[in-house]
């Protein structure tokens, strides 16, 4: 498309690009805008050097790879903050530049908020059905290896508290925790059959009577009493990996009270997804660890975001494609709240319009921030916690029957006002 443009003028016209959903994943009442951070760090960065040159010289012509090998981006970026929700047709981004810096973009910003957005949005649904119980990440094995950083930061943004992902807490900060397999369980075994009393004393011995043990190697009645005997009353905590979560959980709570172990916590996992977390609210449970269904969006891998350009030299354009139809003209939000902080619906309206009126004590909030100005990162944008801090208080705007797990239209709806 650069090298076709390049032929005529048009490759310089000033362009707006937006970045939205059509809809929501079926099922879902909203979205939450995870990966802006990611897509800075790596705007910075996306250059054409010799081998990505030569990995396109076969079918384009000297003129485009000189373009390419001095791209860019000098243009301008507005979006939404990481962090804040989304609903179908909101403009998360929106990139201004002429047609041939801005459309090379697209597959950069769509792979990196289409993922990180899904896992957020997944995320957000688990902690909402945690309610003040903690979650764990613990999918790096279930995804690929880049992905698995990119999804424990994504949880860590809609509130799961740590991640078994080393290299997420070394390149973003996100807390780390996580416990013993079973392989280091069923390594204490030798011609008298399995110890699972060595295990645990050795665990204990190395790691202290914090530390968490996995009960259900073997037989988990036995297992709680290995555990108790080999760290004491004070044990950190048990884990339940398999089998009836929420029958196990309250026999296992009535043994450790049993064995005066009353500060010892349970934590679960194996195959959670928001649904079963949110049936073992009744349950002895205090911390679950959730993996697969996590890092795959719990069903909804993507965001279904798509990159559309919506204006060329100040015009109107539009897509009309049957099912796949865009808005034509670059576009401004608002989130309209009821004097109690309760959002009703959010206002698309043009851009650089005086935005949407209110009344009756409602207020209006702007959604789109400047995120680069010129190519270069607008200062000051805040930090993974900022936009963590960020979403949880959003989701308390939402009404109540929002944040529910059942099928309904979005939490709000989206309004176009032109």
């Known amino acids: 498309m650069i090298s076709a443009a390049r032929t005529h003028p048009a490759a310089a016209r000033s362009c707006v690009f937006e970045v939205f959903a059509r ?3 079926d099922g879902r009442r909203y979205g939450v805008v995870g990966g802006t951070g990611r897509l800075l760090d790596a705007l910075a960065d996306f250059r054409f050097g010799d081998g990505e040159l030569a990995a396109v010289s076969g079918f384009l ?5 000189a373009w390419l090998a001095d791209y860019r981006f000098t243009g301008d970026i507005d979006g939404y903050r990481e962090g804040e929700l989304y609903f179908p047709g909101s403009p998360v981004l929106t990139v201004r530049a002429p047609f041939a810096d801005a459309v090379v973009l697209e597959t950069l910003i769509l792979s990196i908020l289409n993922h990180d957005s899904a896992i957020a949005s997944a995320a957000a649904r ?13 999918g790096s094995r279930r995804t690929h290896e880049r992905a698995a950083v990119a999804c424990a930061r994504a949880a860590y943004l809609a509130g799961v508290t740590a991640t078994s992902n080393l290299e997420a807490a ?24 399995p110890d699972e009393l060595a295990a645990f004393r050795a665990q204990v011995e190395r790691l202290g009577t914090g530390t968490t043990l996995l009960v259900d190697t073997y037989d988990i009645t036995r297992g709680v009493a290995h555990a108790i005997e080999a760290a004491g009353p004070e044990l950190g905590a048990v884990r339940i990996d398999s089998g009836d979560l929420g029958i196990l959980a309250r026999q296992v709570r009535e043994q450790l009270d049993a064995l005066g172990a009353r500060t010892t916590k349970i934590v679960v996992s194996g195959d959670l997804d928001e649904y079963a977390i949110a049936s073992l609210r009744a349950e002895p449970v205090d911390l679950y660890g959730v993996g697969t269904t996590l890092v795959t969006g719990s069903g909804a891998p993507t965001a279904g975001m798509v990159y559309k350009l919506v204006e060329i030299d100040g015009i109107p354009v539009a897509k009309r494609s049957s099912h796949k139809e865009s808005h034509g003209g ?3 939000a608002a989130r309209i709240a009821r004097p109690t902080g309760t959002v009703t619906e959010e206002v698309l309206y ?9 009344a009756d004590g409602h207020s209006a909030t702007l959604l789109q921030t400047p995120l680069v100005r010129g190519g270069e990162v607008v200062a000051g944008l805040g930090s993974l916690h900022d936009a963590r801090d960020h979403l949880r208080r959003a989701l308390v705007t939402l009404p109540w029957e929002g944040l529910g797990l059942s099928h309904g239209e979005p939490a709000i709806p989206t309004r176009y006002a032109f």
């Open 350 to 358: 043009p851009a650089g319009s005086g935005g949407p009126v209110t």
């Open 126 to 138: 688990m902690v909402s059905a945690a309610g003040s119980r903690p979650i764990i990440e613990m």
């Open 61 to 65: 012509d000297d003129e485009t790879l």
């Open 23 to 25: 809809r929501l994943p």
């Open 170 to 193: 070394r390149s973003y900060g996100v807390p780390s925790a996580g416990t013993a397999a079973h392989a280091f369980t069923l390594l204490f075994t030798d011609s008298n059959g």
């Open 330 to 332: 670059a576009k401004a």
